[in-house]
């Protein structure tokens, strides 16, 4: 279930990143982005273990 959610969330970040950059800037703050959404993700995740 956990790596389910994880490959969607990854999977997520990844459409959005290609679809909402449009320069090299862009995309550095989207995966930036992309990465902290992650990290939330896991964090909560953990403290609900």
Excluded at 14 to 23: K, M, R, V
Excluded at 30 to 38: E, K, N, P, Q, T
């Amino acid at each position: 279930m956990k790596s389910l959610l994880l490959k969607l969330l990854i999977g997520a970040a990844l459409l959005g990143t290609i679809s909402a950059c449009n320069t090299i800037a862009g995309v550095g703050e989207d995966v930036s982005a992309a990465g902290r959404g992650i990290t939330r993700g896991a964090e909560s995740t953990k403290q609900k273990m």
